[in-house]
Structures are given as C-alpha cells and as structure tokens.
C-alpha cells in the first residue's frame, strides 16, 4: 500500500517537472532560442506518449529530467540570478543563443540567387519627397524558400556575403572567424570539392598570415556553406519562428549530394534530425 502511494507520488512530480521543462522550452522556441528536454542524455518527445513513457519508467527519477541546450562557443558558464522568474531566466537563454548569429538573405537577394533578378538590389531610395535623405530599403524576409528549390548564384552568394558579413569586421576579427570556421567539417568538406579553395587554403598555411587571402577564404566558405543551407533545409519567413519552419519542412529535405557539383559530405548534418536556426551555417 505504501509502495503504491510512493509510485503515485513519483508519478505526479515527474510529470509536473515534464510540463513545466515543455513549457519553458516552448517559451524559448517562441524567441527562435534552442532547449529540449533530455532523461538521462535521450530526448523526450513533447507529446502525451513521450510524457507518458518518460512516467511509467520506474528506473527515472525527477532528477534525471534536465534542460539541454546549446551555447554560443565563446560562452563556456551560462547562470541566471536566483531572483530570476522561469520566464526571465528563458528570455535570457534565448538572447545569449542570438550571439554569433549572422544574417541570411533577404528576398531580394534570394530572387538574384535564383535568377529572377539580373543586378542586386538597390540599397537606397535616390530621392524622397519633401525630404533629402535618403532611406534604407527595408531588408525583408517574407517568402517561405523552401528545401530543394534554390541553388544560388555563387558568385552573388559571396558579393553578398562580403558585402553583407565580412565588409562589416576588421582583419582581426576576419582572422579570428577563418580559424574558426577553418575546424569545422564543412570547410573541411570545401577543399575536397573546389580546387580553388584547397589552393587558397594551401597559398595560406605556406605563408605567414595574409588578411587578403584570409578575406577570400572566409568569403568562399561561408558562401559554400551558405548556398547549401539554402538547398538543403530553405530559409524560413519572417512570420514564423525556427521552430515552426523546422517542423513544418524537415520531412522535405532533400537526399545527401543532390545540390551536386561534387558534393560530398564527411558527416551530413541537414537530414530530418537538424534542427533549424535562422543565421547558424
């Protein structure tokens, strides 16, 4: 009798500590942050039956029910004050996970990319009416591109990185970001498929540090990856948040190597398992 009365007990706190770790996760989610529930280092699924198995297991314990999510890579420690709300301590995760996150194309550039548009987009208006400034066009991220349907011009896909990404960061910084792309498999991947960057790559260990040549490393690399981003999982609309877009489209993702031109992946990440986010490449 008392055995029971102790299963019970389990059984209610556990699925108190499940709704409130789902409700936090959504809150995040909503703010286009990343945070899962995780059992003992396995996912639980944010549904009835996922709560329900996680429950039932007689061999978890409220504290195997943990928070997971991801950092920036220059944020080791992330700590909120005691004081903090639940709602303050996720609005918080989730503008920390803004850090290090670049742009991505608005709609203009995605209709050069595709072809529908000879020149890029004009970035101002000449003249306005009863005013001699002129304005910023309004970059704006309202068409759903979707997987498998645009592969890129790569030659406006590293104007607009340059002019977009890199114009914006000083030599120190260029240098800074090629080393750290430079670990990552997809530029790794880079050198296998084009010529001209294993060349450059090679023109660059074989000397001292050139920032004109680590300009172009970085360019290229961050276009490549870029550009199969875009084929392979699409850009979501401004109307929706990751979350939505991943759900929404991570069943229609196409085959590994179907971008094609060499493309061949060490260790392919964009199957339904990758979980979007808006400027992570």
């Known amino acids: 009798m008392l055995s029971n009365?102790?299963?019970?007990?389990?059984?209610?706190?556990?699925?108190?500590?499940l709704l409130k770790s789902f409700k936090s996760n959504k809150r995040v989610r909503k703010m286009n942050g990343v945070q899962t529930t995780v059992v003992k280092d396995k996912e639980v699924e944010e549904t009835v039956n996922g709560m329900k198995e996680v429950i039932n297991d007689i061999n978890v314990k409220t504290s195997d029910v943990k928070k997971r999510f991801p950092l920036p890579k220059n944020i080791s420690n992330f700590k909120t004050p005691d004081s903090n709300s639940d709602e303050e301590n996720d609005m918080a995760l989730a503008l920390v996970q803004q850090q290090g996150k670049m742009e991505e194309p608005d709609d203009d550039w995605m209709d050069v990319f595709a072809g529908k548009r000879m020149l890029p987009p004009p970035k101002i208006i000449p003249s306005l009416k009863d005013d001699s400034t002129a304005l910023l066009l309004p970059e704006t991220t309202?068409?759903?591109?979707?997987?498998?349907?645009?592969?890129?011009?790569i030659a406006f896909m590293k104007k607009w990185v340059n002019e977009k990404i890199v114009s914006q960061m000083s030599d120190d910084e260029i240098m800074e970001k090629y080393y750290e792309r430079r670990e990552t498999l997809g530029f790794a991947q880079m050198?296998?498929?084009?010529?001209?960057?294993?060349?450059?790559?090679?023109k660059m260990r074989n000397r001292r540090r050139n920032s004109k040549v680590t300009r172009d490393l970085l360019i290229d690399s961050l276009a490549?990856?870029?550009s199969r981003k875009i084929w392979y999982v699409g850009r979501r609309s401004s109307d929706m948040t990751d979350f939505e877009w991943n759900e929404h489209t991570k069943y229609s993702r196409p085959s590994e190597g179907s971008y094609g031109g060499g493309d061949k992946w060490t260790d392919f990440k964009y199957d339904v398992n990758y979980k979007y986010q808006l400027g992570v490449y």
Request: charged letters at 30%; a positive charge.
């Open 224 to 226: 490549y990856m870029i």
């Open 191 to 202: 050198q296998s498929v084009d010529q001209n960057f294993a060349n450059l790559v090679t």
């Open 5 to 17: 009365l102790v299963e019970r007990g389990r059984k209610i706190l556990m699925k108190i500590k």
């Open 142 to 153: 309202g068409k759903r591109i979707y997987p498998n349907r645009v592969k890129t011009n």
